[in-house]
């Protein structure tokens, strides 16, 4: 079952001044809004539901002259790389502006001021962010699936090859019935079983 990522992440000492208009556009475009006052909480609430959030919206600076959301951004991107970031600026200053695209460096989806907020511009942005944050996650967790297919089909086939050469002198009566023989059919079987498992929980993997 895929998350629903439908949860936006404000972290905004300011919030309260747009709160209302923001989640009342929100919920007409399917979204929900959580709020935080200060970066502690709103990291705290990321890492205790990150398969409902969506996107973040984090501001710059929550002190004059300081700018504590970079810190923040670094943060996120350590643990959530792909989850979209978009920071939020006080004012369109040439400072605030270059730190601002210093962030989509490091990795931020896009940045906003605060002064032009187009609400309904915002979460159509929001919801081009989440489509790709989807797309870009499910194509991750595919390709790592694949790996750990692959990584194990050389333990497959020597365990194919083990087997048939155990059947064989058996069958020949060169070789006593070994104890081991036992574990490596149940080892086989279990591997194969968990294997049909996730080809039916995550899709059929291909070469």
């Known amino acids: 079952?895929?998350?629903?990522?439908?949860?936006?992440?404000?972290?905004?000492?300011s919030y309260i001044k747009f709160i209302e208009g923001?989640?009342?556009?929100?919920?007409?475009y399917g979204f929900n809004v959580k709020?935080?006052?200060?970066?502690?909480?709103?990291?705290?609430?990321?890492?205790?539901n990150e398969k409902e959030i969506g996107s973040v919206l984090l501001n710059l600076s929550f002190t004059p002259n300081n700018y504590e959301g970079v810190e923040a951004l670094l943060q996120i991107k350590k643990t959530h790389t792909l989850l979209p970031v978009?920071?939020?600026t006080r004012s369109q200053s040439e400072k605030e502006i270059a730190v601002a695209v210093n962030c989509m460096r490091d990795g931020a989806f896009n940045y906003l001021s605060k002064n032009n907020?187009?609400?309904?511009?915002?979460?159509?942005?929001?919801a081009v962010a989440i489509s790709q944050y989807q797309t870009n996650s499910n194509l991750q967790r595919y390709i790592t699936l694949k790996e750990q297919?692959?990584?194990?089909?050389?333990?497959?086939?020597?365990?194919?090859d083990t087997t048939e050469m155990i059947l064989k002198h058996i069958f020949r009566d060169r070789l006593m019935?070994?104890?081991?023989?036992?574990?490596?059919?149940?080892?086989?079987?279990?591997?194969?079983?968990?294997?049909?498992?996730?080809?039916k929980s995550e899709g059929y993997i291909t070469n």
């Open 1 to 13: 079952m895929e998350p629903t990522l439908n949860t936006i992440l404000l972290i905004d000492d």
């Open 22 to 28: 923001f989640s009342i556009i929100g919920k007409s």
């Open 35 to 48: 709020a935080f006052g200060s970066i502690d909480s709103g990291l705290a609430y990321l890492e205790e």
């Open 86 to 88: 978009i920071m939020l």
């Open 117 to 126: 907020f187009d609400l309904v511009s915002l979460f159509k942005m929001l």
């Open 149 to 160: 297919y692959r990584s194990k089909i050389s333990a497959y086939e020597k365990m194919l």
């Open 177 to 199: 019935f070994p104890p081991t023989f036992e574990m490596r059919i149940k080892d086989f079987k279990s591997f194969y079983d968990k294997m049909l498992q996730k080809e």
